[in-house]
């Protein structure tokens, strides 16, 4: 995409990266699969720590496909069952990326981890697995330790599984950095039911040239 986004624009993109990441968690607990191609592309934004745009955090527009589609269902109130905890995902995510932001001590220690996972990620893991096994114990020594906590349903053989556990944690923690960038970008959870229509519009169009998912 050549043009320069609008700030509406900007917004929905790192909304739908906290959509995307909800979405491949409701996908991994619910049936222990995953799209890898975006799986890779939330992760991977835990590593871009000087993007020059909110594009570039993703690695390009079309690697949030998957999160504009659900963001713009999300927006347009096309609910279904199945997309109920999804919902409740991104608001989770919202919610504890304002509580994570009151620890800077916190956030400095996430910081620091990441950088220390980055590199191990470029120069010895061979796959996103493996980094998600890195990323997973960031989480759990950090974010998972303070009271407020986001509850993962879905079916228990899937959900007790090390790996898909390892999964969910990275992509929780994807979604605070996406949830974080909207923040920076202006974006308030208020501002979700003003900004609504706007939103859904710059999600729908952002998503309508892209290849199909």
Known sequence: MSRELSRIEQQAVALAGVTQAARIVDQVSRTGTYPLEFLEASVNSLFTFDADDVIAVYG?????????INLSAMLSSRRDEEARDVVRYVFSLLYLERKFAANPQMMSVVHSRLEHASFRAEHF??????????????????LSKLRFRIKVTGAAQHLQDESNADIIRALLLAGIRSAFLWRQLGGRRW???????????ASQELSRNLPVV
Do not use: E, F, M, W
């Open 60 to 68: 390009g527009i079309a690697n949030v496909k998957l999160g504009l």
């Open 125 to 142: 893991s061979t796959n996103v697995t493996a980094t998600c096994h890195s990323i997973s114990g960031i989480y759990q020594d950090t």
């Open 191 to 201: 501002k979700l039911l003003l900004q609504r229509k706007q939103l859904l519009a």
